[in-house]
C-alpha cells in the first residue's frame, strides 16, 4: 500500500529522524510538509527529495518554542492544503545534564516549549486541518523518558518533564478525539541511531536482529503499520524493550 493519497506533515524535518522519516514518506509517494526551526533545514530536506524525483514536498521554518512561529507554520501549510492527514510531531529539543543546576533556565524553558508546549501547539493549529480529513492520524515521538519511572542515564530533568507533558497530552488528546475519528498514536522509544544517513548504503544494511540495538528502520516501520491499518484498527501506542544501555538520546532532538 503506497500514500500517495496522503497528505504528511512532520515537525524537526531537517536532521536525524525526521529527515529519515520524510525520506521514507516520500518513496511512498506522500505529499509532504515539512517543519525545522530554520527555513534552511527544511529546504535541504525537500531538495533532497526533489532530487530523487518526488515533487510533493514544501519547506517552511517553525520555532516550536515560539507559539508565533507555530500560528505561521500552521496558516502557511493551510494556505496550501485543505486537510492534513497525518500529523508526525517528531522536533523536540533534546538536553542532557548531571543534576539541575548544570544548564542555564533558558535551557530548562526552551526543552520544555520546544517538546511539551510546541507539540500541543501545533497539534492545536493544525487539528482544523486534520479534521477534513477522512482519515486523520496525530502521530508524537515522545521517549522512553515519558515512561513513568523509566531511567536514563544522562538526560535532564526538563527532558523528562517535556516527555512526560508529551505522554499526559497524548493520552488525553486521544479520549477526546478518538469519537471524531482521529487516531492519537504515541512512540515511547528508548535511544537508537536516528543519526543515520537514509541515502547512504549503509542506510540498507543496518544489522536489526534479536541482539542488535533498535533501528531507526524499525521504528519507521512502527509509524507506517499504525496508520496504514484500517479505521477500526487503533494502535494508540508503540513501547519497546531494549537490551542495550543507553548511548544517545537522538530520537527525539531538535531540528
Not at 61 to 67: E, I, K, Q, S, V
Not at 134 to 139: A, Q, R
Not at 224 to 234: G, H, K, L, M
Request: contains cysteine; glycine residues 8%; proline residues 6%.
Amino acid at each position: 500500500m503506497n500514500l500517495t493519497d496522503r497528505r504528511v506533515v512532520i515537525t524537526g524535518a531537517g536532521r536525524d529522524f525526521g529527515r529519515a522519516l520524510a525520506h521514507h514518506f516520500a518513496g511512498l509517494g506522500a505529499e509532504l510538509f515539512l517543519a525545522a526551526r530554520s527555513l534552511e533545514a527544511a529546504e535541504r530536506t525537500r531538495s533532497e527529495i526533489r532530487d530523487r524525483g518526488h515533487d510533493r514536498v514544501h519547506a517552511f521554518a517553525c520555532d516550536l518554542a515560539d507559539p508565533a512561529s507555530i500560528r505561521e507554520f500552521a496558516a502557511a501549510v493551510g494556505r496550501r492544503t485543505d486537510h492534513v492527514d497525518v500529523l508526525v510531531n517528531n522536533g523536540a529539543r533534546w538536553l542532557e545534564g548531571p543534576d539541575l543546576f548544570s544548564v542555564s533556565d533558558e535551557d530548562v524553558a526552551d526543552t520544555v516549549a520546544s517538546g511539551s508546549t510546541g507539540t500541543i501547539l501545533v497539534t492545536k493549529n493544525l487539528l482544523p486541518l486534520l479534521l477534513a480529513s477522512d482519515h486523520p492520524d496525530v502521530v508524537t515521538m515522545v521517549s522512553v523518558c515519558g515512561v513513568p519511572g523509566a531511567q536514563h542515564p544522562v538526560a535532564h530533568e526538563a527532558y523528562y518533564a517535556a516527555k512526560h507533558g508529551q505522554r499526559g497530552f497524548t493520552e488525553a488528546l486521544s479520549r477526546r478525539l478518538r469519537p471524531q475519528g482521529v487516531r492519537v498514536i504515541s512512540l515511547f522509544p528508548p535511544d537508537f541511531d536516528s543519526g543515520r544517513d537514509p541515502l547512504s548504503p549503509e542506510w540498507d544494511a543496518t544489522p536489526r536482529g534479536a541482539q542488535d540495538p533498535l533501528a531507526a528502520q524499525s521504528v519507521i516501520d512502527c509509524i507506517t503499520f499504525a496508520i496504514r491499518q484500517p479505521r477500526d484498527c487503533y494502535i494508540n501506542a508503540f513501547h519497546f524493550e531494549s537490551l542495550h544501555p543507553s548511548a544517545t538520546a537522538g530520537s527525539t532532538s531538535p531540528h
